[in-house]
């Protein structure tokens, strides 16, 4: 009887997963494209713009190779270079963990090192993953203006087997810390959406507004399991995000309160883009914006609300008001965090959608704080930095220092058995090869006491560099206790020599080692949204419902190497041969001379007459010598002449070193 | 040096003295001479030095000489002068076939009728001047068959069907030679006017009552469909000139078509492009390919309106677009018209766009210059490509919804787009559009294929497309070789050498089947011709500026050089001269003594 109860079960789900599976397929046969912003205050007076934008694609083989609204370029690089996921993100500024958070899915999955950061995975046999690596760099970087092209070269990018993410070796990984990022490397990317920057939300992306920001990230990320052997193709997901950080204008109301606080500034969307939203695109499926105030900052709003109750609570016509702040457009929508248990609070996002607004009736937010209030960002368990030690041009030290940020943070998937609680860490760090890091000096200090390597990692695989071939790669997984304060790693390196093609237009700015990657394994970031089929439509939000790993990226160390004097070659060339050609001249000269000859000749201009000049300087080299000077008699004529000689040179040499003193 | 230098020329006064001083001989003059004989010792050691550099001189050239891979300068020059002196001619073949002709009404016998054609056909093709490149040679041949009647076994001849011509175009075809060009005469008692036919094979016919005293008009007919149809495609002067054919430097051609979407605020439209490459396209893309490599992609794009305004026609109630704005239609700012991964390398992108103008200047009309519209309303532009202006059928009732809905565009409407751009594709590779050709002696009616392009347009672009490809494998290599030549301190590498041996091959494999008239090999040599030289004159190591310059060898050698040579020269020259005074000197004792 249970048998049949759990046959019957087994077939309603069965029948039940068919069905969705069905639904699901209905609704991906078509191309959809989707645009989001996400607006959230910030602790220290700033405001983060997180635009999302989402092109997904049904599978070729079912769906022929035209589109009308995925981009044809990028259908072509993931067809041509058999592209399984790829990411590449230009950025601007430093992401500042303390203060704009690290733990919560739009910093973990944002939050990028400076420069560009390219990594791929390929679909193609091991052997060939190097080529496409190289071919894909180049088309990249005639795609977005950028010199991704040099992450050609095998010293510029790595393999990470199991620390930045897993996956069968087809993985590569390269970034360019110093690459600059401008507006030549926006408008390739807004040429992929279908409405570019003409409609939409994109429209607020004002490049001088965008570019005066804190932070700039523009971040591509590519899915496609198109080239899957067993044919269960989804199509391709283009997801193309900005996370711009900005420091609203004050406006008029800021002043400060009774308690001595400031007010937080308020801002609108105009203040902060100088333009508005006319409309939606008229491609996407849906477009909306939202505005985001994180856990702490809603049970601050709690605690206020608290004290104010039985005050006015009125929406007046013009705003849509909270006893903290207030907003110019009521929200289409509050969407609520599920509270859940781990979790101290739970974050709010007011919806608003773009739909209904035109050129003529543009959509222009405005937020303005009525209480002043003081809150902080969920921080990651642990804030990662990392510094060089050391002087001189010879030899230092990395060090990665891990502080805990004392959060309350449960800690899921922890071993907890026989009582004891381990945080695993995930270290990833790439180093170029003229940088050479000595593997063997890694000492690992927790609550600063040295530690033994066997207790504390787990883990570790070393790829040490090679002259001019590959960088160095250390992947490594630590093993902290809970209740660490703080951990150190310092690792001693050489520095190496270029050669002087390999030295860089500016090298005496110094060399930079990119960021390392540290991925805090056992933590989960994700909006604890409540189940709604409403939410999944809209890609930002079933973003962050994803379960995104925390990570954090290191600063990215500028090291300086010697640098030779890069005219020297051809002075050595010239010395050399100056001299070679003075000793060739007087061996030459020395070989034909006839030194009778000129003794007899000496001999007889002496005794024609003897020069006042001539005389003068024996005369003032035996004062100096506080010898008496005898006048020159014929017969050490010879000897006085060579005498003379020497005394011109040395007073050349003497002056020449004179002059070159005081002119440097 | 200086003291040194001073030396020897006042110092033959003591030497001597010195030298003799006890000699009691009067007649000495130690001031002009001396008694013993100058020595060899001192110039002989400075000429050594001397010879030991300038014999060390050729090792150092050989050791800072740079690689070069030989090429054939002699042969490159041989090949750009045979192709510049003479264009490639191709041998053709014409056949001339009679039927219903009754024995006794041709007054000749077939050799004379061969002729009489053959001299006719002469004086068509251009005297004076050369030939056209790619266009048959004079020793064409002209046969004759009398009676052709057996074409028509097997075949119905009822002219009263609808679509007779290709029946009976197709008959031929089955029944004719296809290596030479025919043009059949069926002599028809029931038909009064004259009718001829240039069918889409390597034929044509023509039909009527032909008496007896038409026979020299009809003779000078068959030879104009000869020489102006099927040797120079029925094109005329201003057409586009075989040198800009559309075909990349590596034979490939990619055709990308857009549809724009002026403003999707307006309406959004679709295309099923997957239909129509399969329908429309396909075909076109195979009858092309012994040409070039054709492939095919597709894009849409929003928000692109015009670079250029149109105005309003109250009479037309329509938006008219006057040729002289056309260069300004095309709106590179906001046209993102790609460039794809497909026409990587030196291929060729053809750009074909369908515009769908928005709410605000619809339905909008290109204006011809003499006042008229253009019946396709489009545009092309050589070697970029071309355009059409596709006005939605909804254009006068908008609804003044702010979400319009996709709309596909239907099919029969894509189908005349794409006729359009058949159209224009043969225009961008020279060829007319028109269904008829109007030569001197009447009008012949062309039958279009549904392919896009008829066997004997092909034969003719194919014979072009050969000869443009030569010439520029002739140009290429000689631009390649005077720039090697000028450069003498440019590294060539291996490859380039073998790139320009193949190519010169290729070339020459070219030319004999070009004189053989095999077309479609010469055609495929001749792209492998090109496509090789060009691989050799872009060469990445031929890019590269950082060659070693005579500039740079010179600033490195000089600071060692010249103060040496300064030093071995003067040494040797001072020595030389010292001998010649002693010499003097000695010569003129040895004088007096005796």
Known sequence: ?664 | MAEISEAPAPSCQNDKKSDQPSDPSSDFDPETMRRTKPGLKRLILTLSVLFSFLLGLPFLLKSVEIYRSPLPFTDIDSLSAAVESSPILFPCHFHAVFVNFPATSSSSSGNELGFSIHSRMRKLFPENETPVCGSCNNNFSVSVTLDGSTLLNDFTYDRNLENFDEIWDDHLNSVLNKDSYTVVVVNREDVEEVRAVVGKHRHAWIEGRILKEDEPELLERIAEIFVKVFVNGGKEEGSIHGEFMPVGADGRVVLSFNLLNADPRDWVYDWDFQWIEEILLAPIVETLRPLADVSVESQVLYHTPKSSFSYWDDKLTSHVFSTKDLPFFVNSNEWHLDTSTAAGGRSKILQFVVYIPSSRECPLLLQLPNEEFSPTNGFISPMWGGVVVWNPPACLNVSESTHPHRQMISPKAMKKVFEIFTGQLRQLFGLKSDSFFAGASGTSILLASERGFTEWELDVLSRQHTCFNLLQCATTLGSLSRLVQSLPRMIIMDEIGKQVKFSLEAAKLTLRNASLGIYDAASVCSRQARSLAEDAFYHPSMMSVSYYSFEHCFAVYSPFFLPVSLHVLLAVLREWKRYKQEQKKYLAWTNVKI
């Open chain 1, 1 to 664: 009887m249970i048998m049949d109860v759990r046959l019957i079960l087994l077939f309603l789900l069965l029948l039940f997963a068919s069905e969705s599976l069905a639904n699901e397929e209905i609704v991906e046969k078509d191309e959809d494209f989707s645009e989001a912003l996400l607006l959230r205050p910030l602790p220290d007076r700033k405001v983060l713009a997180h635009f999302h934008f989402q092109s997904r694609l049904p599978p070729t083989n079912l769906h022929g190779r035209h589109h009308h609204l995925f981009p044809k370029s990028i259908f072509q690089l993931v067809q041509k270079f058999h592209l399984r996921e790829m990411e590449l993100s230009f950025t601007q500024g430093r992401w500042n963990y303390e203060r704009w958070g690290g733990y919560d899915p739009i910093a973990s999955s944002n939050a990028k090192p400076p420069g560009v950061e390219l990594w791929a995975v390929f679909d193609v046999p091991q052997h060939q993953v190097d080529a496409h690596w190289k071919n894909l760099t180049h088309a990249l970087s005639g795609l977005f203006c950028a010199s991704i092209n040099f992450l050609e070269h095998s010293t510029t990018y790595a393999t990470p087997e199991w620390s930045f993410r897993s996956s069968g070796g087809n993985l590569k990984y390269g970034t360019l810390p110093r690459e600059a990022v401008c507006t030549e490397n926006l408008t390739p990317w807004l040429k992929l959406l279908p409405c570019r920057d003409k409609a939409g939300l994109s429209a607020l992306m004002n490049r001088p507004s965008i570019y005066r920001g804190y932070y700039h990230s523009q971040r591509l990320h590519l899915m496609s399991n198109e080239f899957d052997s067993n044919g269960l193709s989804s199509g391709i997901v283009l997801d193309q995000t900005l996370t711009i950080v900005l420091q609203p204008n004050i406006l008029g109301t800021g002043g400060v309160f009774s308690s001595g606080s400031t007010l937080q500034p308020s801002w609108s969307l105009s203040s902060l883009f100088g333009r508005k939203v006319g409309g939606r695109c008229v491609l996407s499926k849906s477009s909306n914006v939202y505005v985001q105030l994180d856990q702490n900052l809603v049970s601050e709003l709690q605690k206020v609300g608290k004290e104010n109750e039985g005050s006015h609570h009125d929406i007046s016509e013009n705003f849509w008001s909270d006893p903290s702040f207030e907003m110019s457009v009521p929200p289409d929508k509050k969407i609520r965090e599920v509270e859940s248990l781990d979790s101290g609070g739970s974050s709010i996002l007011y919806e608003f959608s773009v739909e209904n607004y035109s050129d003529s009736k543009p959509f222009d937010l405005g937020f303005r704080w009525k209480v002043p209030l003081v809150w902080s960002c969920q921080q990651a368990p642990l804030s990662v930095s990392r510094y060089l030690m050391g002087s001189g041009n010879e030899r230092g030290s990395i060090a990665i220092s891990l502080k805990s940020n004392r959060m309350s943070h449960r800690m899921k998937n922890v071993d907890n058995n026989a009582g004891e609680c381990w945080l695993r860490v995930d270290l990833f760090q790439v180093v170029p090869w003229y940088v050479k890091v000595y593997y063997h000096t890694l000492k690992i200090f927790i609550d600063e006491e040295l530690q033994s390597m066997a207790d504390t990692v787990e883990k570790i695989r070393v790829s040490p560099s090679e002259d001019k071939g590959l960088p160095g790669v250390m992947e490594m997984t630590l093993r902290l206790p809970c209740g660490v304060r703080s951990a150190a790693l310092t690792l001693e390196f050489d520095k190496g020599f270029l050669h002087i093609d390999e030295y860089p237009p500016d090298a005496n700015q110094g060399f930079d080692i990119p960021s390392a990657v540290v991925v805090f394994g056992d933590f989960e970031t994700s909006m604890h949204l409540a189940d709604d089929d409403s939410l999944n439509k809209i890609p930002l939000l079933s973003k962050l419902r994803d379960n995104n790993r925390v990570l954090a990226y290191t600063e990215v160390l500028l090291v300086p190497l010697t640098t030779p004097d890069f005219s020297m070659p051809y002075n050595v060339i010239t010395i050399t041969c100056t001299v070679f050609a003075l000793y060739f001249g007087s061996l030459l000269n020395a070989l034909r001379r006839r030194v009778g000859e000129e003794r007899r000749l000496l001999k007889s201009k002496a005794s024609k007459k003897t020069s006042q000049l001539s005389l003068l300087l024996p005369k003032l080299f035996a004062k100096l010598r506080r010898k008496s000077w005898e006048p020159p008699n014929q017969s050490s004529s010879s000897s006085s002449f060579n005498y003379k000689l020497i005394v011109k040179v040395l007073l050349v040499a003497g002056l020449a070193v004179v002059w070159q003193y005081y002119s440097s």
